[in-house]
């Protein structure tokens, strides 16, 4: 399918359930959005093809609710992700993550690409996850499933 048959986000909205966190966090969220916005392929199955999408996401029972409607606003589908196969991929994150920036502070460079190597593959291997547990409900290419699963990490960052 060509670039310009393809459907996409057009706008990303947190619901409350979401919940506030602190201006920094606020910050990397907003940061998140955008750069899925910017680019991405978003393609609901059983929806026409060649569309804009907007998504409002929500946090119901340590699911994602992707609540995913028309340019319009109005109301296509539902699909429900359970967060807990991510539990351990999103912690594996937080701490290479954690890492990468305390060896920005002392290391050497050598020693900072080889984290920064780690970090990419956990944040590969995640984006991986949510293709596979999207697979059959919405149809999205490796860097919108990157993208994704980096907002996904940034909702559970609280300070």
Known sequence: MSEATRSKLIDIELDETIGRATPDV???RAVAIFDLIEDNVFEPVGLPTSTDYR???A???KRLVFDIRSAEGQKLTTHILS????KRIIRDYFLICDSYYEA???ATPSQIEAIDMGRRGVHNDGSQ?????LNGKIVL???TARRLFTLI??????S
């Open 153 to 158: 990490c940034v909702l559970h960052w609280r």
């Open 141 to 143: 290419d490796t860097d």
């Open 26 to 28: 606020e910050h990397e």
């Open 55 to 57: 998504l409002r996401l």
């Open 83 to 86: 967060l807990t196969p991510f």
């Open 59 to 61: 946090l119901v029972e």
């Open 104 to 106: 920005i502070r002392s």
């Open 129 to 133: 996850l949510l293709r596979e547990r």
